[in-house]
């Protein structure tokens, strides 16, 4: 199952264990994860994609040697809260995604899909700002990191 609300998650969480979250685009994938204690978000690495069956099984070595419990998925959705072309096709790798652990027997892992705009826009600024300009600058991992953070934060203010 696939959730979306963040007052689904906080039912069906654990308050412990690490989360990793995506930024999943055309030619690459962000990947960030948090601590155990859900209160830090780093970025991880890039994935250069390659093919969907490629990618998952990269995903899968991720989650194995972090003891993840969810993973949360950045979802692209314009400024006024429509979904767009980039939703659909994160949608369908999601979907392809939860087939591809079925088909593996892995039941137990979380995925949310998860409003991720502007991140992509956040990380590229803080980049440019921190970054030395001759330095190429790929920001997939950080934007993967934002999502995760205001993720936590989000879950976080939804106990208040």
């Known amino acids: 199952m696939i959730y979306r609300e963040i007052s689904d ?11 990793l979250a995506l930024d999943v685009g055309t030619k690459k994938i962000g990947v ?6 859900q209160t830090i978000a780093t970025p991880k690495l890039i994935i250069k994609r390659q093919s969907n069956l490629k990618d998952f099984a990269t ?10 419990i969810a993973i949360i998925f950045g979802f692209p959705i314009k400024m006024d809260g429509s ?14 995604f939860e087939k591809f652990l ?4 892995i039941k137990n892992l979380i995925l949310i899909v998860f ?4 991140s992509s826009f956040s990380a590229r600024d803080f ?21 995760l953070e205001h993720f936590l934060n989000d879950l976080r203010q939804s106990e208040n």
């Open 9 to 19: 998650c906080k039912k069906i969480l654990p308050t412990k264990g690490r989360i």
């Open 32 to 37: 960030a994860i948090c601590d155990d204690t």
């Open 59 to 68: 995903l899968l070595s991720i989650i194995q040697e972090n003891p993840v």
């Open 83 to 96: 979904e767009n072309l980039m939703s659909d096709f994160v949608m369908n790798f999601v979907k392809n």
């Open 102 to 105: 079925e088909n593996l027997s």
């Open 115 to 118: 409003d991720e705009r502007l």
């Open 127 to 147: 980049m440019n700002k921190t970054i030395k300009k001759s330095v190429k600058k790929d920001y997939d991992d950080v934007s993967a990191s934002l999502i």
